[in-house]
């Protein structure tokens, strides 16, 4: 099992900046892709950004890319979003995801959410 814990979120104006951090314990996830989601409210949950588990193979949704960076830090179990140039738009609960797929076995892990609400 892995508990992920985000961390980081709160309220900024547009224009402004925030740096997410996804905080990983009960196993290594260094093998693991990792990604941010987002759910705005009466919206579906929605892709933001993945990263492979070397760091390399980083992919945005069109929405945020050039204003959003993924990273991680495996020697820290750590997963971060920064996130800059705020929009309104990006105000949601943003979730971090962990991933692993060998052969028929998945393993996904979801964290609780933290809010990032950005006013105009």
């Known amino acids: 099992q892995v508990q992920l814990v985000e961390s980081g979120g709160g309220l900024v104006q547009a224009g402004g900046s925030l740096r997410l951090s996804c905080a990983a314990s009960?196993?290594?996830?260094?093998?693991?892709?990792m990604a941010w989601f987002r759910q705005a409210p009466g919206k579906e949950r929605e892709f933001v950004a993945t990263?492979?588990?070397?760091?390399?193979?980083?992919y945005y949704a069109d929405s945020v890319k050039g204003r959003f960076t993924i990273s991680r830090d495996n020697t820290k179990n750590m997963g971060y979003l920064q996130m800059s140039r705020l929009k309104p738009e990006d105000t949601a609960v943003y979730y971090c995801?962990?991933?692993?797929?060998?052969?028929?076995?998945?393993?996904?892990?979801w964290g609780q959410g933290t809010q990032v609400t950005v006013s105009s």
């Open positions: 009960g196993r290594m996830i260094s093998d693991f892709t």
């Open positions: 995801n962990v991933e692993r797929v060998v052969g028929p076995d998945i393993m996904k892990f």
């Open positions: 990263i492979g588990w070397s760091g390399d193979n980083r």
